[in-house]
DNA sequence: GGTCAATGTACCCTTGTGGTTACGTACCCA
DNA sequence: TGGGTACGTAACCACAAGGGTACATTGACC
């Protein structure tokens, strides 16, 4: 999962996400949407490719980039035992005028 | 939120919070536990320092950090819109066998 | 005040990263 | 088969990132 969050250190490839969330996109639409030229694109889309993010199919000349969401349940998985620690904090924020401290380790 | 992604793609980084999510501790005891120099600690933490990642507190000549969860909670906002579709997805593979793809887009 | 302990900062160096232009390649179509 | 289209890759370049060593700073303690 080191790779997916190194993926994710970029904006340019975040917006390509971002995108892809909404529909599949060939690389020169992707391209289009950022401010970067093709072949930069084109080395980020590897990178998305390598970190296991996107997924691409060949149309003829054409290869059309999709999204595979399931790479970034490794981010919420990674994400997980850090939810317990800030949710816990909104609750002893939101509750803590009416009740005491309970459970405060 | 895009400096807590920067900050998250190191790995000494994440060791960093992985230890802080346990107990606070000092800087001394962080560079103990990486396989780096204390200077270079130092200028991570202060890498997560920027991204509110951490806290630190000041105690004579010791700083000790502490972990602010709650600057997670950006990128769990982030990873939003993606768990559903993932999750959809992992509901379609569970559940393929026993009805037809209802909502399929 | 002098010294030690804990830590951050300055400086330097090497490597990685992201961008560009030029080129190679695969495919369709006439 | 020749040409245009849609890509990826190679080569190159500039700068950011991360590592180390040396030094500055701050506080405790004698």
Redesign the interface.
């Known amino acids: 999962m080191?790779a997916v969050?190194?993926a994710?250190?970029d904006?340019s490839r975040?917006t390509v996400?971002e995108i892809l969330?909404r529909h599949p996109a060939t690389a020169g639409e992707l391209a289009a949407a950022l401010p970067i030229a093709r072949p930069g694109v084109s080395r980020h889309l590897r990178v998305l490719r390598e970190a296991g993010l996107v997924d691409v199919r060949q149309d003829a000349q054409r290869r059309i980039y999709a999204?595979r969401?399931?790479a970034?349940?490794g981010?919420?998985q990674w994400?997980e035992?850090?939810?317990a620690?800030?949710q816990n904090?909104?609750d002893a924020l939101h509750t803590e005028v009416a009740r005491g401290k309970r459970e405060r380790k």
């Open positions: 080191d969050l190194q994710l250190a904006p975040r996400l969330r999204l969401p399931e970034l349940a981010v919420d994400l035992p850090y939810r620690l800030w904090r909104m």
